[in-house]
C-alpha cells in the first residue's frame, strides 16, 4: 500500500491561488487605451507616408536617409515613455523622480535633442519616415515586457531604466547628421 502523501490537496482553500493577482480595472483600462493609441500612429504614420511619396516621392540616394532617420528617431520613443508617467505616477513624484536622473544622463538627452534636430532639419522632406523609429521602440519595448506590465509600479521602474540604461542617446542620430551633410554639401 502506497503511504499518502501528507501534503494537502488544497492547502489554502478560497485563497490567493499562487502567483495570481487580482484584476485592476484601472491598469487594464489603461493597458486597452495604450494599445488603441499605438494602433492610430500605426495608421496615421502610414497616412503620412503614403502621402509624402505621392506628392514628393522617394528617389535615388533618399533610399539611404530612410533608414537612416529612422534609426535617428528611436530615442525618442523615450518621450512616449515619459508622457506614459503622466498616467501613472502623480506631478510631484514625477518631477522628483525625472529631476533625481543623473546629470550625465540628462545632458545625453539634451544633446540627443540637439543632434537629432539637426538631422531631421537637413532631410525636412523626409520626416514623416522618422517617425517609425520612434513607433518601432515603443512598440517593441511595449510588447516585449507586457507580460510584467500590467501594474503601473511595474511600469514606471521600467520606464526609469529605460531612461537611465539607454546606450548613448546622442549618438544614435549621429550617421543621419553626417549624410544629411555629406548630400547638403558635397553631392549635387
Request: aromatic content about 10%; charged content about 20%; hydrophobic content about 50%.
Amino acid at each position: 500500500m502506497k503511504n499518502p502523501s501528507p501534503r494537502p490537496i488544497d492547502p489554502a482553500p478560497g485563497g490567493m491561488g499562487g502567483a495570481t493577482r487580482m484584476h485592476d480595472p484601472s491598469e487594464a483600462e489603461h493597458d486597452r487605451t495604450r494599445r488603441r493609441w499605438m494602433n492610430a500612429a500605426f495608421v496615421a504614420i502610414l497616412l503620412a507616408n503614403f502621402a509624402q511619396l505621392r506628392l514628393v516621392g522617394v528617389h535615388g540616394r533618399d533610399w539611404i536617409s530612410l533608414p537612416l532617420l529612422m534609426v535617428a528617431a528611436i530615442p525618442l520613443g523615450l518621450t512616449v515613455k515619459m508622457f506614459e508617467l503622466r498616467f501613472k505616477m502623480a506631478d510631484d513624484e514625477r518631477r522628483l523622480v525625472l529631476g533625481e536622473l543623473p546629470t550625465a544622463r540628462k545632458i545625453a538627452l539634451v544633446a540627443y535633442g540637439t543632434v537629432a534636430t539637426a538631422a531631421f532639419a537637413l532631410q525636412p522632406r523626409l520626416l514623416s519616415w522618422a517617425l517609425w523609429g520612434l513607433w518601432l521602440y515603443d512598440f517593441i519595448t511595449y510588447y516585449h515586457d507586457r507580460p510584467e506590465r500590467i501594474r503601473h509600479l511595474y511600469a514606471v521602474t521600467k520606464i526609469l531604466d529605460e531612461l537611465r540604461g539607454f546606450p548613448v542617446p546622442w549618438a544614435w542620430p549621429v550617421p543621419a547628421l553626417i549624410w544629411g551633410l555629406v548630400r547638403k554639401t558635397l553631392l549635387p
